[in-house]
């Protein structure tokens, strides 16, 4: 009995292991979403660069504009370094002539 709760147990766990992981639906590129709804389903595409965009591209469809939730906004630039006058080159000294 205990053996084959054991076998049960583990089976489970090689079942669930080797499921195939789901694709994320949400491209972290791009800010905004638009979840299209149809008679089989919804879909989420994940392309749009603003909140206008999206409603433009909605116009006749069933469907809703987000904020996309796994959006990672690009790193801010740095700003220039301050140019600054190059130093003065110095003249090596001279040792006195003996």
Request: aromatic share 10%.
């Amino acid at each position: 009995m205990m053996r084959g709760l054991v076998g049960l147990i583990l089976g489970m766990g090689m079942i669930f292991a080797s499921s195939p992981a789901w694709a994320q639906r949400y491209d972290p590129n791009y800010p905004v979403c638009m979840e299209i709804y149809g008679s089989d389903g919804s879909v989420v595409d994940c392309f749009f660069t603003s909140m206008a965009q999206c409603k433009e591209g909605a116009t006749g469809m069933a469907g809703i504009c987000f904020n996309n939730p796994y959006y990672v906004a690009p790193p801010a630039e740095a700003a220039p370094a301050e140019q600054t006058a190059p130093a003065a080159s110095a003249t090596p000294a001279r040792s006195p002539r003996r």
